[in-house]
């Protein structure tokens, strides 16, 4: 595996500091936002420059029930070969769920989450990434996520999970240490124990990022700085082996390019202490579990569809929870559910803001309040694109809002996006006369 060395998140509120800033020997972008026909100039001057870049992907859901999608699955080998990468990264979590495995609608999470980590969960994974593997031009690393709950009746710590997932499928491990904190502080799990049970030689690379804690909650935001307890986990991760990258994550909040740099340096620190200090003592780690000896190809074929069948209830009844409102499945923290359901709603609300930024100009204040509001009774079953259209349809259908001139502004800002080609080409001029009335008041 080639050796990284130092690098950053690429975002585009941060590109031209990226660019400038020394040092950076590399970047990571999500690969869902990049155009493989038309990159970002920042980032074809970066390469130019000899900066490596690694497309990261955030939808393909290895981790769920189903096959990984054929068009998920092109759309990443493209970004790939624009961008020249050495390889791209995806996560070990589920994003989606229902569907014909359960014969059920299909529910989007808009956000990642966790795996159980069973003995069927892990032969669904190691099924999806050598799919995964086999459809992609360079080889894949896969990501150990935050989690705010835990499933329960797992059968493999996440050390065990992810050694069995390397050795069965030759993947490769992008470690984030901020994940493993997270776990650490959600859900009792001791990073020191994660670490020592790894297959470090398949470590790819490692993230780093920050977070905040709210009543003993900690939340994978990536808009705080870097705190110390992950710093000691970099640091104990690199008294055992040297990293081939090391990465740092900021997804909003951004700071002055100063305090990036002071962070990069606070990284370098943290790693360059790890190799002249002794490893951690731990105590030894329970075996995995034995698992049944290899059965032939119609046998295991057969076992995985099984397999896929029981994890695809669970999952879509997990999920159903979080963003439709139904019980809680048995087993599972009912506070913990009720903090990830609000957790989903609240990203849900940041990023329809993004993606569609009039909506919060022409609703002011109410934005939020109503969207929150709309997501407890609408799950979402497709893009937040897709999800800002029902959103704004919801709104108009119940003679939303009052305001007839913004009611109005909203409508024709729907009709330009809901048919088959945009109506008009000025949908900024509609918009900025918008945000006019509601600064004046009227």
């Not at 259209?389 to 259908?397: A, I, K, N, R, V």
């Amino acid at each position: 595996m080639e050796r990284l060395g130092t690098g950053i998140g690429w975002r585009p509120e941060i590109a031209d500091a990226v660019e400038e800033m020394p040092g950076i020997d590399w970047v990571e972008v999500v690969a869902e936002n990049v155009c493989p026909s038309h990159p970002p100039e920042s980032l074809l001057r970066l390469r130019g420059r000899g900066v490596t870049v690694v497309p990261h992907g955030v939808s393909l859901g290895l981790g769920g029930a189903d096959r990984p999608d054929e068009g998920r699955l092109t759309a990443l080998a493209e970004r790939a070969r624009a961008l020249g990468s050495p390889l791209v990264t995806e996560h070990i979590a589920f994003v989606r769920a229902g569907g014909a495995l359960t014969a059920s609608p299909r529910l989007e999470a808009g956000h990642l989450l966790p795996v159980p980590r069973t003995r069927d969960a892990l032969d669904v994974l190691c099924e999806n990434v050598r799919m995964a593997q086999e459809a992609l031009p360079v080889p894949l690393a896969v990501e150990n996520i935050a989690a705010l709950l835990a499933w329960p009746d797992e059968e493999l710590t996440e050390g065990q999970f992810l050694y069995e997932l390397a050795d069965r499928t030759g993947v490769r491990l992008l470690i984030d240490v901020a994940n493993l904190h997270t776990n650490h502080v959600n859900r009792g799990e001791d990073p020191a124990r994660a670490l020592a049970e790894l297959p470090l030689e398949a470590i790819a690379y490692v993230h780093v990022a920050g977070g905040f804690e709210r009543d003993g909650v900690w939340h994978d935001s990536h808009a705080h700085p870097v705190p110390r307890p992950v710093l000691d986990i970099l640091t104990d991760l690199a008294s055992r082996v040297a990293p081939p990258g090391v990465l740092l994550e900021r997804d909003e909040n951004f700071p002055e390019p100063s305090e990036l740099e002071r962070e990069l340096a606070a990284i370098a620190t943290a790693v360059e202490s790890g190799r002249t200090a002794p490893v951690r003592p731990v105590p030894d780690a329970d075996p995995a579990p034995a698992s049944d000896a290899a059965p032939g190809p119609e046998r295991r074929a057969a076992g995985t569809e099984a397999a896929r069948q029981r994890l695809a209830l669970a999952q879509t009844s997990l999920l159903s929870a979080l963003v439709a409102g139904t019980p809680a499945p048995e087993g599972f923290d009912r506070v913990r559910i009720g903090v990830q359901a609000r957790s989903l709603a609240a990203k849900r609300a940041d990023v329809v803001a993004k993606v569609a930024p009039e909506l919060p100009v022409l609703l002011g204040e109410g934005y939020r309040t109503a969207f929150l509001s709309y997501a407890q009774r609408h799950p979402m079953t497709g893009g937040y694109r897709q999800d800002a259209l029902e959103f704004t349809e919801s709104l108009l259908l119940a003679g939303r809002p009052h305001d007839a001139g913004v009611r109005r502004e909203l409508r024709e800002w729907w009709l330009d996006r809901s048919g088959p080609a945009p109506r008009s080409r000025r949908p900024a001029a509609r918009v900025a006369r918008a945000a006019q009335r509601v600064l004046l008041g009227r």
